[in-house]
């Protein structure tokens, strides 16, 4: 798989015909709608991420793919701030998928109550990477990606809410900055 970074905000990608399958994309019989062919799109700009620094986390994301003989080529814009009827116009296309990503942080009161959370994000298909922390005044924070297509319904991690309080997404920076990380691997373990 090669990257091409044209911008900060477009990013091309060409894929063999061992890519696709290593990914598990059907370029004859692609269905956007399908939550596996979205999650193996993240895996892909995950891959992007680490190669060569593209990230698409945090915005809407525009995908256009597009099959060829040697594999595909796929197209990925950033979209930042479009409005709602931009949005439907883009999602009309069949070459073209809408990805989004819906920061979600929790706090809670205790660490059990922490723990529990960890484990109901990690028995789902939550595919993301999500971030543990606790401060000095005793709280604990769980901060979580949710990686959605066009139109999903929000995914299973908001049953953590029974054990923590939502808090808004802004907080993310100062969070991770003021805070002890807590590795989440160790977590699930629990």
């Known amino acids: 798989m090669d990257f091409l970074v044209v911008s900060d905000s477009k990013l091309k990608i060409m894929m063999s015909r061992e890519d696709m399958k290593k990914y598990e994309i059907d370029g004859d019989n692609i269905d956007y709608d399908d939550p596996k062919v979205r999650r193996s799109f993240w895996r892909i700009l995950d891959a992007a991420r680490e190669a060569c620094g593209f990230e698409a986390s945090g915005d809407k994301v525009l995908i256009q793919f597009y099959p060829s003989k040697e594999g595909s080529e796929i197209f990925v814009t ?23 990503t819906k920061r979600s942080i929790y706090k809670f009161s205790s660490f059990s109550s922490l723990v529990i959370a960890a484990k109901i994000i990690s028995r789902g298909e939550y595919e993301g990477q999500p971030r543990a922390y606790f401060d000095e005044r005793g709280f604990y924070y769980l901060i979580a990606d949710e990686r959605r297509g066009y139109n999903e319904r929000a995914s299973d991690i908001s049953a953590i809410s029974e054990y923590g309080g939502q808090i808004p997404e802004n907080l993310a920076s100062y969070i991770s900055e003021h805070s002890n990380e807590i590795k989440f691997d160790v977590l699930k373990q629990l």
């Open 78 to 100: 950033k979209l930042g701030l479009i409005s709602s009827g931009a949005e439907r116009t883009i999602v009309k296309s069949s070459k073209v998928a809408m990805l989004t």
